[in-house]
Every structure is written in structure tokens, then in C-alpha cells.
Nanobody
Framework: QVQLVESGGGLVQAGGSLKLSCVAS????????MGWFRQGPGKEREFVGY????????YYADSVKGRFTISRDNAKSTLYLQMNSLKPEDTAVYYC?????????????????WGQGTQVTVSS
């Protein structure tokens, strides 16, 4: 059973940056593909991006491509989401998630383990 805990959320002005972290325990992080999702106010949870288990390849939603970067430090069992050029529409609760699946894993049902989320608020 993998436990995930996100941190690093907060309030930032539009155009600013924020880096989220997700620490994993109870499992070997390198065994899992790790994803980030977000849920804005009144919206459904949506895919942000993922990083693969072995090669560390990344895949992003069009809405964040070029602004967000996912990385992982397997030795620290930590996943990161670097968010730059933030926009008010990026305001959401951000969740990290883990799956042993491969292929295109962009739906929340592809992921077995979830963190509790961290709030990101971008002011205009």
C-alpha cells in the first residue's frame, strides 16, 4: 500500500511560480508511474501530467505544456511539479497519484493510489 503526501501549495500571483512535492511511503517509488491531477472549484478532476517509471519520460496536458515540469527523485521517494507562468485558471487542489500501469494513463481511474491534495491559488 503506497501512501502519498503532497505539499508546497499556497497563494501566488499570476505569472509566478510554485513547486509542489509529493512524498511516497509504503512502496518503492521507482516501481510506479506518477501522475499529477487537479480539481478546480466547480470542476471535475483533470489530468495535468505524468512521469514514467523507468525512462522518466513525461507527458503533459495541453493546458500546462511548456509551463509545468514533472520530475522525480527516486532516492528520496519524492515527486515534484514545478509550475511556472501561473494563471488564475490554474487555481485548484493538486493531487499526486501512482499507478503500475503503462501506456497512456491520463484518466484518474488509471491510478490506484492518491494523496490528499494541496491547494494552489493564483491571484490575478
Amino acid at each position: 500500500q503506497v501512501q502519498l503526501v503532497e505539499s508546497g501549495g499556497g497563494l501566488v500571483q499570476a505569472g509566478g511560480s510554485l513547486k509542489l512535492s509529493c512524498v511516497a511511503s509504503g512502496g518503492t517509488l521507482r516501481s510506479y508511474r506518477m501522475g499529477w491531477f487537479r480539481q478546480g472549484p466547480g470542476k471535475e478532476r483533470e489530468f495535468v501530467g505524468y512521469i514514467t517509471q523507468v525512462s522518466g519520460s513525461t507527458y503533459y496536458a495541453d493546458s500546462v505544456k511548456g509551463r509545468f515540469t514533472i520530475s522525480r527523485d527516486n532516492a528520496k521517494s519524492t515527486l515534484y511539479l514545478q509550475m511556472n507562468s501561473l494563471k488564475p485558471e490554474d487555481t485548484a487542489v493538486y493531487y499526486c497519484a501512482a499507478t503500475a500501469r503503462s501506456g497512456l494513463t491520463t484518466q484518474d481511474y488509471h491510478y490506484n493510489y492518491w494523496g490528499q491534495g494541496t491547494q494552489v491559488t493564483v491571484s490575478s
